[in-house]
Structures are given as structure tokens and as C-alpha cells.
């Protein structure tokens, strides 16, 4: 599937040793590279195959929404945004014991003529590679299969549909419920109607009263 990327940004969440967390920022998007193509390519389809996502939409108050609109209104360039967002993001994860050192990625972008902002925390895993010289260096690379914080805003649907309650998704993670209590938190938001539910609503409308 060929992604149209408009933004893609970094961001580093340090945990320290009394167990706070710090964030390094990144001062711009990445300039567009083959490699982070490839990035927003497995991301896209790694968490367009999660099971068990949740779905939302924002509360009237939402400051994430209002920053969302000021970036679409081209009020506030990406890197601002992506910036208050972490921070925010800072601020509600250290509520949580799961809290780990991580690396946000921010993007911007489409696929399928749908426009998307995605939001995750990924961890980063240690490797090995063999040089052109035949030498073994020790390397890092973010860890896309095992995403479970991670969230997407449907844009589309938000602008044209404004009072879907699916919108916007999340991962609820492998631990479970209190992912969903983060994200709504972080984004401000409440929930709508999660996959489960759509099911449940689905196989009633399908049958008939006997």
C-alpha cells in the first residue's frame, strides 16, 4: 500500500531513576527518506491488524481537538503540535505504572484517500548487523510488532462527520483496561462504540424474533 506522508516527527520519553519521565524533543519533522516510508508503512499495517482496538471521540474541552484544529487551520505547524502533544502525553503516562522509556512517533499522513494523524509510544529493541566490511556493530530499531499505546484520529470522518463516535481508535493493550483510561485521558475523550460492541449490535440486527 503506497502511504502519502505530510508529517512524520520523533520524540524521545525518558524515564529517570526516581522513575519520572523526561522527553527529549526533536526540533522538526523528518526530512522524507525511503526509511521513514518504510517506518509509516509498518506502522500503518501493524496497527491497522490490532485486534481488540477501542473507539472514542473527543469531549468538547479536548485541548488535543483544539491543537488538531489549529494544525489544520495551519495555525500551528506540525512540530508545535506534535511538541504540546508529548508533553501532555508526559504528563498522563507518568500517572500510570506502565510508564517506560519509549520513543513517540507523530505522523501525519494518508492511505486510501483517508487522511490520518497517528500517535504511539514505541520501544526500542538491540540488535546486531553485519557491515559491507564484514563487521558485527550493535544497532537499534523501534519495535512495530509489539505496539500497545498507540492511538489514531480518523481525519476524514472527523471533518465531515463530526458526531461519529468511531473516529477516533486506540490500542487497549495487553494491559487492558487501564490503556483505555490513558488514551482518554491523554486525548481527552470519551468512548464510543468498540469492536465488541459493533458485534454484539451486528449479530442482534441480523436475526429476527422467533
Sequence with gaps: ????????????????????????????????SEQTENLMADVHRVYHAKAGKGFALFDTESEFQQWLKAYRADELDFRAFSQRAVERLRTELAKYPFADNGTLVMAHYRALATDYVFIGVLESKHSVRVTDELDVNATEYLDVSKMDIAARIDLSTWETDPASNRYLSFIKGRVGRKVADFFLDFLQAEVGMDSKQQNQVTDAGGGGLL
Excluded at 3 to 28: C, E, F, M, P
Aim: proline content about 9%; overall charge negative.
Design 1 to 32: 500500500m503506497t502511504l502519502t506522508l505530510s508529517n512524520v516527527i520523533v520524540h524521545q520519553i525518558v524515564k529517570q531513576a526516581d522513575d519520572s519521565l523526561n522527553v527529549q524533543l526533536r526540533d522538526g519533522p523528518l526530512p522524507p
